[in-house]
């Protein structure tokens, strides 16, 4: 089946080897670039149009509204309708009547409990968990105070996206010594407090969603043949298991596209092992790399194939362009935005940066922080306040028990997060460096001097 065309565009060998996969699981590793929408479509044309499954035997699955947004217009361009759903969709689709609460509810709670805490043993607990004297008003509005809320609401929702139960917590807390025991302590309450909250306002969050989907998958079968799933690297452990659901009890395949380059949602639950061992989770594995990028250039993706590859979990890829450009990443030195949108011609400009401080105050339509701009490309991309990439973030030693870091790499996901940065665009990219210069853009520098230009005032 040679020549496929989809929406304009003739897929290419690599493109075309996969959607004609018809192992039970098949797994597409995708570059920055490299076609994953259309490699998507593709795979549903070649069902329908070849009889292997009708289009209501067919379930895609996106991660953000705009995605799948994006897939049902195509397909329906295309003379196709099918059941095209974020996960959040999903889990409602089979649940029908739920209310999802806020998830701003959370950390409401967390707040009142932490708030309750400090007046009834204030002395202790200033002492014990922040070593701290500080007065009430202060210490709610100190760094020490973040750092403790933000480190229990992200542990409760590690924990509850990898499906752990309270009695796996309490065992944790039970072989824990000095603080870290006192901090399990308070999210084993507020975890307690949570969950019959939520029962008392008759809502669940997103994961029990998900798990109760799973479990009634069990008893109402969902019909599909085939499960299309776009971003795979971002899969959580909960999701894992209700795709899995539905396989079994449908016999169903799966056909999942992502890259693992790009997995910049570790601290949200996903679980890029999913991924990376894709033949350890799904039967009948087949494994397919899409080899051609069509937005970046053969030297940038040098650059940031190499620069990727030094976190020693991702998977290698040998991806080749039709363009070459000399030098594409511009490192520019005490540049103010204005300066540099007025030194590139084109109107095709994507500014972003490592947060929304960073952007906040540009003046240009087309901005996202680097976490919002994947998926997006444009001709040129302005990488503002690089001093901010890595951001100066530890882990808490205490999530360790959420998150699998045996082979934890500093700045891990960080270095994910710049590699998005680097390939959002189809010429060149212009990195803006302010007070500090920050390791990415010494490493940058060190190690690829003669491939990039340097600007300074």
Not at 3 to 13: F, N
Not at 305 to 333: A, C, E
Not at 379 to 397: C, G, M, W
Request: overall charge positive.
């Amino acid at each position: 089946m040679e020549g496929l065309k989809i929406q304009g565009y003739y897929l290419d060998e690599t493109q075309m080897q996969a959607i004609i996969s018809d192992c039970d699981s098949t797994l597409v590793v995708a570059g920055a670039g490299s076609g994953k929408t259309l490699t998507i479509l593709g795979k549903i044309k070649y069902l329908i149009d070849n009889k292997l499954a009708d289009s209501d035997e067919i379930l895609c699955i996106s991660f953000t509204n705009e995605t799948v947004n994006s897939l049902k217009m195509k397909t329906e361009e295309m003379g196709y309708c099918l059941d095209i759903f974020t996960f959040h969709k999903l889990g409602l689709t089979i649940l029908g009547d739920v209310s999802i609460i806020d998830d701003a509810y959370l950390e409401f709670i967390v707040d009142e409990y932490i708030f309750s805490y400090i007046r009834y043993e204030k002395k202790q607990f200033l002492d014990s968990i922040f070593f701290s004297n500080q007065n009430f008003e202060v210490l709610i509005k100190s760094h020490e105070y973040v750092k403790l809320k933000n480190t229990i609401v992200t542990f409760i929702r590690l924990a509850k996206s990898n499906n752990m139960s309270l009695q796996t917590i309490y065992k944790i807390y039970r072989w824990s010594f000095f603080n870290e025991k006192k901090i399990l302590k308070m999210i084993l309450d507020i975890m307690l407090i949570y969950m019959r909250e939520c029962e008392s306002v008759q809502k669940i969050d997103f994961d029990d969603m998900i798990i109760k989907a799973t479990d009634l998958v069990k008893k109402k079968p969902v019909k599909y043949k085939y499960i299309i799933i776009d971003e795979f690297q971002d899969t959580s452990l909960v999701r894992y298991n209700l795709i899995k659901e539905i396989i079994k009890i449908n016999k169903a395949k799966v056909f999942v596209v992502g890259d693992d380059w790009q997995s910049i949602y570790r601290f949200s639950g996903c679980n890029l092992d999913i991924f990376v061992n894709f033949n350890e989770y799904f039967k009948d594995v087949s494994i397919h790399n899409l080899r051609y990028t069509y937005r970046n250039s053969n030297e940038l993706i040098r650059i940031s194939s190499s620069f990727i590859m030094k976190n020693k979990k991702q998977l290698r890829k040998d991806i080749v362009s039709n363009k070459n450009l000399t030098k594409p990443i511009k490192i520019l030195f005490n540049y103010t935005i204005e300066e540099v949108l007025a030194i590139i011609d084109s109107e095709d400009i994507l500014v972003i940066g490592r947060n929304n401080a960073d952007i906040k105050s540009v003046k240009w339509h087309k901005k996202l922080t680097i976490h919002r701009s994947k998926g997006l490309e444009a001709d040129n991309v302005i990488l503002v306040n690089s001093d901010n990439i890595p951001a100066q973030i530890k882990n808490e030693r205490i999530l360790r028990h959420v998150i699998n870091d045996k082979d934890y790499i500093p700045f891990e996901e960080e270095r994910r997060l710049f590699y998005v940065a680097l390939t959002r665009t189809k010429n060149y990219i212009y990195i803006l460096v302010n007070k500090k210069t920050s390791p990415f853009v010494k490493e940058l520098i060190h190690d690829y001097r003669n491939s990039i230009e340097i600007i300074k005032k």
